[in-house]
């Protein structure tokens, strides 16, 4: 098992991308790199792969692998497509890998292990897409590498065939607790799949955690907007909010019903607006009323 740190790491395309990004992949876990497009989450797995230049340092087991050509850093990764080769059969595509390394390996057993074993002689072509990124995943696996990158390989498939492929890759990593980077936009698969999140905004770690620590204390503003907390100018900000005899005055300007209750979006006396969501469906509130914020933290 592997642990990767790094270091106050700046890599971008002309313009700065990563900025001073430090943080840890701990051996044998897996961790998710969370945050919105455009954050780094994928410079920054290229960065581990020795695929993009960078200024800092990565090491693998505290060896600088900084200078190191991306084929000796022991690294294999999965992309969005799986960039299969169609004149190769299914057998074929797994064993690329091992034979780009000269090296060999229990093919047929990897197939088993990622559920593909009955597909080894048919065409790429005729496969499905949760096949076929079945196949990318045993071609990496199956050089047992010391870290796995895997690069929001199921945004492209349905939501059924994305459960499925994301407990698939869960069991995977706990049976050989390769130690795995995942990256997602996508905060319940994060939560789903990871030891723990690492959380990059704006090309920095904003925050590190289990899904448990930064859903339900985000350490700043910024990281309480992205878990979906509503912040106020003064600094406060709140998971939930329901309608009382205390609180914040304010006016309801719109009803809307939907699959969970009601929600209801009030003007405050501030000038701020809220949403605030109400189980079931009472009789709708009009005209002004007051907001009793729960669950709620301050920022500067």
């Keep these: 098992m592997t642990r990767v740190d790094v270091v106050d790491v700046e890599a971008g395309y002309g313009n700065p991308v990563l900025r001073g990004v430090t943080t840890e992949f701990r051996a044998g876990e897996m961790t998710a790199l969370l945050g919105p497009s455009g954050c780094g989450k994928t410079t920054l797995l290229k960065v581990l792969a020795g695929l993009h230049p960078a200024t800092g340092r990565v090491l693998f087991d505290e060896v600088d692998v900084g200078g190191m050509a991306a084929e000796k850093r022991e690294v294999a990764m999965v992309f969005q497509k799986p960039l299969l080769f169609p004149h190769r059969d299914v057998r074929g595509n797994v064993e690329f890998g091992l034979q780009m390394r000269g090296r060999t390996g229990d093919v047929d057993g990897m ?161 701020e607006r809220v949403a605030v969501d109400e189980p079931g469906y009472e009789p709708e509130r009009r005209g002004a009323v007051r907001v009793e914020l729960l669950r709620y933290l301050e920022f500067s």
Excluded at 112 to 134: D, F, H, N, P, Y
Excluded at 140 to 155: H, I, N, Q, Y
């Design 111 to 271: 197939m088993a292990m990622v559920g593909i074993g009955e597909l080894a002689g048919r065409r790429v072509g005729t496969l499905s897409g949760g096949q076929e990124q079945r196949v990318a995943l045993a071609r990496a696996l199956v050089t047992k590498p010391k870290v796995l990158l895997l690069d929001e390989p199921f945004s492209a498939l349905d939501e059924a065939l994305r459960g499925e492929m994301r407990s698939l890759v869960r069991e995977l990593q706990r049976s050989l607790r390769t130690t795995t980077v995942f990256v997602t936009h996508d905060q319940e698969e994060a939560s789903l799949v990871a030891d723990r999140i690492v959380l990059l905004l704006g090309g920095r770690v904003e925050q590190v955690g289990t899904a448990g620590e930064l859903y339900a204390a985000p350490a700043t503003r910024a990281a309480a907007e992205f878990f979906g907390w509503q912040v106020l100018r003064d600094g406060r900000a709140f998971r939930e909010a329901r309608l009382g005899e205390v609180g914040e005055a304010g006016t309801v300007r719109e009803v809307i019903r939907w699959a969970r209750g009601t929600r209801y979006l009030v003007d405050l006396e501030t000038g």
